[in-house]
């Protein structure tokens, strides 16, 4: 029966390309208004294609933001419930100048397709519907039933969509949910991913004269907005790079013996890190490895930051207005909304004079996640990897953010194994995102693969 | 005489007016390359219009950046030479959506006409020019020798057009400039400013990975360039806004007892100064008023900060790079190019690790410029004030820039009377910039009335 599926694939694999270039060419970027009518129409494309794949009762489930792609598969009675997970929204392109080819004019250049989304997360998402369109189209059935979650607003932090897990459990209840929305170590290192990195923040501005005034004849008078915001965002790490605000690190969980021998474990070369990224040195939290601090360290990170002047030339003002976003990646145990307490508190002690300061805090909270080593899914993973490339899975974790783990542990008692074959390299959430046309065609089979040995597992509820 | 040329002028205003709207609709931005055109046509406009005023030898004059607009007329032998200096160039308008009205579309509203280069320096030049055809159409000459200088890069700081001071000496030769580019400290308050800062500056560039990553991925493993940026430039001031480069202060001229005096007879309601710009308190150097900060004391002002995501949402990155515009202004005996040494020093020393941290040396350097109270200018100026206004003026300094004062002195031999009719208020360089309708006309007969008491002179050459 694999050999039938791999000889479906082959034989569809042009036409599963242009789809494809046809879904990654929707401009479906979460973060922007004005790309609100492209998430719908990639909701629309989605829908339809999933059903192409032979689902049924597919449905674009309103959330109050982007509908979540609903369809299932229960033809399979006594067997597990799986529900898969991905989504079609992308990031913003921007700076889109540094583009080789338009991100959302996808282009196939040295077996690698490049645009927006490409790897994050159409590419999977699209591969997994296909490994089970093709369990489908040839042996008929399915091994285990299944359930698609498919949402919209990922890259904003799932305001919204992660509601229907509370608003429609009943819908949505599966034995193990199969995110799509994973990252490999690297190509040909199957991996298995233990835990992401949580997600909070806020935004900050400082206010000075209410519009922009000549640095002349003001300047020296009053305080500029630009230097009380950086002193103001310079006090959130000491010269170390450790975070400075303060009960940040208490209730993190302190890396442990075991838990760094295995991560260690890990392939993983500074020196090509280091000159993949063009930076000349590593740099972070004393006392951890590369590793260590995107794995098992939270952060804080300005994501924006900007006031004044920044065209070609000069212009002598001091600026009306500066403005920061702040985000913070969080481990295990540390919560969201009491770390956006603790960086309200830390800029309201370190608001400097002369300035108004005010803090928003940023939607999308997401909690840390970790899944047990003894989960009957992590060995069903490992079989399958080592059937695709003959070789043991590395265990790592990721310094990604991806909340609906941790949402649907919470609210459908499952874990979710997450099983993705796009790598680090590929760009994602920068210029020149790019997906390889062979990590494409491998995620088909593999995810044909992984279905039929959750199929042999016995689920207990969590 | 005097009622005859107040009679041509009262006649025409309202071409005046609507000369004034078409020379402000030009977008004569010299800043921004775009607009290099429409800098060329105001220069176009601007020699048409000396002309019409009865100016003979009128040429652009080429600088190898924008063209000055010259024209004399020296039909009074044995009779000073003034050589009038205004500019035609204007400062950026954004940003643009904070205007009422939009800024190249002139529009009177409330006896003030808004528009960019309403009040710096279009207004005050044509003003100037009027007033000078006023004498020339009432009394059918000048009572001086007159050249003119009108340049159009001032706002960008002079840096190609003051080498016609060098190269074009006997063309511009003269016995006194009078710089039409002033400002009053209010209305109906007669000034005479004895002082301009100059002006230096760097811009900072801050590089981290070749392109912005992923902050989940990469997060707390490299050195945010956003986060490095803001150590450097908080590390430009102490906490309490005195700069902390090492020394910058060295050549500074203390502020003496009878200066300080002086200046503390200006008036300065610091209530007043505070609510107009909308802020909760003043800030700046320990040991100096706001008027000493702003006159006589030295400033480092970031003009501009960026990097990373601005947009609406979010964008869970770590950029590429980091900017910062910084400008100096600087106060007697400071040097510019000295000064450009030392800020590049302190950035080299204070570079934070993991980024790479370049330096761009500003062009237009400009001198601090000091003008002698016994200078018999300066009677004149206050002889033609208290004509117009019956009243004694103020002596202050300004925290401006008009590099041309310093390079006049140091080229042609000859200080400035800086005489000009805008006033503090009038959101120069910054949205809604307006010129008062009064304050027009006020000037267009002050420019006629001081050309008269400048004419009784014996000038020696400096």
């Known amino acids: 029966m694999e ?10 694999q042009s036409r599963f390309l ?32 999933v059903e192409g794949a032979g689902f049924e009762n597919v449905v674009r489930l309103p959330t109050g933001g982007t509908p979540v792609v609903y369809g299932d598969w229960l033809h399979a009675p006594g067997r597990p419930t799986v529900l898969l997970y991905g989504h079609y929204d992308v990031q913003p392109a921007d700076p889109v100048e540094s583009w080789d080819s338009p991100p959302f004019a996808p282009e196939v250049r040295d077996g690698r397709l490049y645009g927006r989304g490409a790897s994050d997360n159409k590419g999977n998402l699209l591969a997994a519907l296909i490994g089970l369109e093709a369990v489908l189209q040839v042996d008929g059935s399915l091994p285990v039933n299944v359930k698609l979650f498919l949402e919209g607003e990922e890259e904003i932090g ?20 199969v995110n799509a929305d994973g990252i490999q170590y690297g190509v040909g290192k199957p991996t298995i991913l233990g835990s992401f990195r949580g997600m909070t923040g806020i935004e900050v501005t400082v206010r000075g004269p ?30 170390d790079g450790r975070i400075a605000v303060q009960g940040f690190y208490d209730d993190v969980v302190p890396v ?21 990224l063009d930076v000349d040195a590593v740099f972070g939290e004393a006392g951890y490895t590369t590793n260590e601090r995107a794995w098992r360290r939270p952060t804080l990170e300005l994501n924006g930051l900007w006031g004044g002047f920044q065209g070609e030339g000069s212009k002598t003002i001091v600026p009306s207005e500066a403005h920061a976003k702040v985000s913070c990646r969080l481990v295990a145990n540390q919560d969201p909304g009491r770390i956006q307490e603790l960086l309200e508190a830390h800029v309201a002690k370190h608001a400097p004079p002369g300035v108004r300061v005010s803090v928003t805090r940023k939607r999308g909270l997401a909690n840390p ?13 490992a079989d399958s990897y080592r059937e695709i490339y003959d070789q043991d899975p590395f265990y790592i974790g990721s310094g990604g953010t991806i909340p609906v783990t941790a949402a649907m542990l919470e609210e459908l008692g499952i874990y979710s194994l997450v099983f993705g ?15 390889r046309l062979s990590s494409f065609a491998t995620a088909q089979k ?11 597992i016995e689920f207990r509820k969590s």
């Open 3 to 12: 050999s039938s599926r791999a000889a479906y694939l082959e034989s569809n």
């Open 158 to 177: 799932s305001p919204f969509s992660l509601g229907l897990l509370t608003t429609d459990k009943e819908r949505l209840a599966a034995d193990i949910c």
């Open 256 to 276: 442990g013996k075991e838990d760094r021998e295995r991560l260690g474990r890990a392939p993983f070369d500074e020196q090509e890190y280091i000159a993949g």
């Open 421 to 435: 074959f796009c790598t680090r390299d590929e760009q994602i959430h920068a210029p020149n995102e790019f997906f």
């Open 369 to 381: 996640y970790l899944l047990p080593l003894d989960h009957p899914g992590v060995a069903a993973m």
């Open 18 to 49: 242009e789809e494809l270039c046809e879904f990654v060419s929707i401009p479906s970027v979460s973060a922007l208004p004005k790309h609100a009518g492209d998430v719908e129409t990639a909701a629309d494309w989605l829908a339809s294609r």
């Open 210 to 239: 209410s519009s922009d005034v000549h640095s002349g004849i003001f300047g020296g008078t009053i305080h500029n907005p630009l230097h009380a915001m950086a002193r103001l965002v310079a006090s959130f790490h000491d010269a």
């Open 446 to 456: 593999a995810f044909g693969i992984l279905i039929h040995k959750l199929a042999e």
